[in-house]
């Protein structure tokens, strides 16, 4: 399951081609300086440490106020974001779609909570400020599968908003936008529709947060990128095709910071022609392959696992057996092309 970014390939739907163009993720945060970000608020809680490359959020002595730091671009809409954090102590969350305001909170918008009780409580929820209350809420044992530990350890997360969707993946896993009904009952969250917040829905700032009332706070925040700029519904992390029988759609993911680009030598190719649906056979399902000629067969689940793969010289029926109810990605790959397919299991 922590492979996710490894394995997965992006999909542009059911009638794509795959190829990858340019790596296009850029930095937000240099590692460096404040440039392109700034405070607001008290700016004694605020650092930059220079030999880990971190903004740093950190008081020992006293209980901390609001305090935020935020991008000085106030435009992001559709994007993927991914950073890195580290929380010891306090509670804390990355804001997106958010305004920055003169409030005691300097904030209004969404963010991706992250916070310490006795150890990491939440890791991944969505949360909507100012206004009370839980969006999306992650009991305890959902935040204990994700988050690493110790807490000297860098959690990993990436952030996708595109319309009307908001995926958050940690370390893996798909926190929010998961699809697997195992997942689901052990506490992750389905996509959740951003067009049903309180409070901010516009393009917005970044921010990054030290809530008030933290003794001690001790959080940070590096590696923070951006990919976007890649259309609506191309980008490389997100697929925008519909699924029938799910609710949300999911996002797929793939590490490597590519814009998808829909390059089809044949227009008229159509992944259904080549790659059937599955259809249940007793323990076992099967999934009809068109291809002619010699080809390779990958089954990957949502989160990254190959699930089964094959070789073959010819066309055929493949046979899975075990295979839980869920959504998968069916991959032909030829020496001239490849084509990938959602399935659904019911």
């Given amino acids: 399951m922590r492979n996710l970014f490894k394995k997965t390939l992006p999909l542009l739907g059911a009638l794509s081609v795959l190829s990858l163009a340019t790596t296009n993720w850029r930095p937000l ?4 300086t404040f440039t392109n970000w700034h405070i607001a608020g008290d700016m004694t809680y605020w650092t930059i440490d220079p030999v880990d490359s971190a903004i740093v959020g950190y008081s020992a002595t006293v209980v901390t106020p ?9 435009d992001f809409d559709q994007f993927t974001v991914k950073y890195s954090y580290r929380l010891r102590a306090g509670c804390s969350g990355f804001f997106f779609r958010s305004v920055e305001n003169t409030t ?15 150890k990491q409580s939440e890791v991944g929820s969505i949360y909507d400020h100012p206004t009370p209350g839980w969006v999306v809420q992650h009991p305890q044992s959902y935040s204990d599968r994700v988050a690493r530990v110790p807490s000297t350890v860098y959690q990993d997360v990436v952030l996708t908003v595109k319309r009307p969707y908001v995926y958050v993946n940690v370390n893996g896993y798909q926190a929010v936008g998961e699809t697997d009904l195992t997942e689901i009952g052990l506490g992750a969250a389905r996509a959740w529709n951003y067009t049903s917040a309180p409070v901010v829905v516009n393009p917005g700032r970044f921010g990054l947060q030290i809530h008030a009332g933290q003794l001690p706070m001790d959080v940070r925040f590096k590696h923070i990128q951006i990919l976007e700029g890649c259309g609506d519904t191309t980008s490389a992390r997100y697929d925008g095709a519909f699924v029938a029988g799910l609710t949300k759609q999911p996002a797929v993911y793939v590490d490597n910071g590519t814009c998808a680009a829909l390059a089809v030598a044949d227009p008229d190719r159509d992944a259904s022609r080549y790659i059937g649906a599955a259809e249940r056979m007793g323990s076992e399902w099967v999934v009809k392959v068109r291809t002619p000629g010699a080809h390779d067969f990958e089954l990957v ?31 032909v790959k030829t020496k001239t092309f490849s084509v990938a397919r959602k399935i659904v299991v019911p």
């Fill in 104 to 118: 005691p909170e300097r904030v209004a918008g969404t963010q991706v909570e992250i916070k310490w009780t006795t």
């Fill in 29 to 32: 945060f240099n590692g460096a």
């Fill in 66 to 74: 609001y305090t935020m730091v935020f991008t000085d671009r106030s």
């Fill in 301 to 331: 689940s949502l989160r990254g696992q190959v699930v089964f793969s094959a070789s073959n010289p010819s066309a055929r029926d493949y046979h899975i057996p075990s295979a839980r109810p869920g959504v998968y990605v069916a991959k």
